[in-house]
């Protein structure tokens, strides 16, 4: 079935592309519309969020995550800080 016909338009008939041109439109503009009043309130609660956050529980949280992927990745045979202090003096150098 074709898309047109499941918005209830036939797009065979010349009329009905504008018709379909002007309800997107119009629900395009009212999407915008919609998104615009939400969007302080929105703010609102993602800072409301953020100011009632608990750093401490935010990492009881994660732990178990972050134990997961630790213990799923191959040890490392350098912690990369060497690699970082060659770096540091090919700077020094130039």
Not at 7 to 18: A, N, Q, T, V
Not at 62 to 82: C, F, H, W, Y
Request: hydrophobic share 40%.
């Amino acid at each position: 079935m074709k898309a047109e016909r499941l918005i209830g338009l036939d797009f065979s008939k010349r009329e009905s592309y504008p018709e379909y041109m002007e309800s997107t439109a119009f629900a395009l503009k009212t999407r915008i519309a919609q998104w615009a009043s939400a969007a302080p309130i929105l703010q609102e609660v993602r800072d409301a969020d953020i100011r009632s956050a608990s750093t401490a529980t935010a990492m009881k949280n994660l732990q178990g995550a972050i134990n997961r992927t630790v213990s799923t990745m191959p040890e490392r045979k350098i912690s990369g800080l060497v690699e970082q202090q060659r770096w540091f003096q090919k700077i020094r150098m130039a």
